[in-house]
DNA sequence: CATGGGATTGACT
DNA sequence: GTCAATCCCATGC
């Protein structure tokens, strides 16, 4: 059932397979954690970076579904997406933010934090904390340095919150950007009406 | 060839 | 809440 969740994540349109890919695994090395944040990039939109159409920068993101696009951000961070939709249209998935699963003691390190929910709590953070940088772009993701994987077996078919992106300054209207409802890894809170709706799947704040 | 902007974070007020 | 850090690449002259 949820198995090959991460499987039929990359044969969806973009925005089905962010809502999809939340719940699931990244790795790299031995540090690993739970997809809790995602956002959709579409080369049809202009918060995209193949909204300008292919280019040395956004060759990757019009390749074949299931390679990693790692990009610089402000010139300082790495940023992962998953690259899903045929080969030739321009399409990714953001992951935002993790919940650490294994390789905590290594994320520590990496990042000088101890709090867990400071490890992977942006997409810059979950980069550094799993050791991943540009170098890992146009890597594949199932079966190469960073894993791609199921949601945990032991664990409950997470409830997704919906809300705007983050962080853009175009195309800020859509609402492509999926949450674990409750969960406190997620990079910023979302707006009181879609946190009463969190709140509502029984998964306290604390 | 020079310039401007960005899918962010951490430190400081 | 405000702000600097830092660099690739698209754009324009």
């Known amino acids: 059932m949820s198995a090959d969740r991460h499987l039929r994540a990359l044969e969806l349109p973009v925005v089905e397979a962010a809502r999809m890919l939340v719940g699931c695994t990244i790795a790299h090395g031995e540090c690993s954690g739970v997809i809790v944040e995602t956002e959709a990039y579409h080369d049809s939109?202009?918060?995209?970076?193949?909204?300008?159409?292919?280019?040395?920068?956004?060759?990757?993101l019009f390749e074949a579904p299931g390679i990693a696009y790692v990009y610089r951000s402000y010139g300082?961070?790495?940023?992962?997406?998953?690259?899903?939709?045929?080969?030739?249209?321009?399409?990714?998935?953001?992951?935002?933010?993790?919940e650490p699963l294994t390789g905590l003691d290594t994320m520590r390190a990496r990042r000088g934090l101890d709090r867990p929910t400071d490890l992977c709590s942006g997409p810059g953070k979950l980069t550094q904390a799993l050791g991943i940088w540009l170098d890992l772009n146009e890597t594949?993701?199932?079966?190469?340095?960073?894993r791609l994987g199921p949601p945990p077996p032991d664990r409950p078919e997470p409830a997704a919150v919906v809300g705007p992106r983050i962080g853009i300054?175009?195309?800020v209207d859509l609402p492509w950007r999926f949450c674990v409802a409750g969960?406190?890894?997620?990079?910023r809170p979302w707006p009181?009406?879609?946190?009463a709706a969190a709140l509502g799947q029984g998964q306290g704040t604390g």
Do not use: D, Q, Y
Request: glycine share 10%.
């Open 169 to 171: 300054t175009r195309a």
């Open 45 to 60: 939109e202009p918060a995209c970076h193949a909204f300008i159409g292919l280019t040395p920068r956004t060759k990757t």
């Open 140 to 146: 594949p993701l199932l079966g190469g340095p960073i």
């Open 183 to 187: 969960n406190r890894n997620v990079s």
């Open 76 to 98: 300082i961070h790495a940023l992962l997406n998953v690259v899903v939709e045929p080969e030739g249209v321009g399409a990714a998935v953001l992951i935002r933010a993790l």
């Open 192 to 195: 009181p009406g879609l946190m």
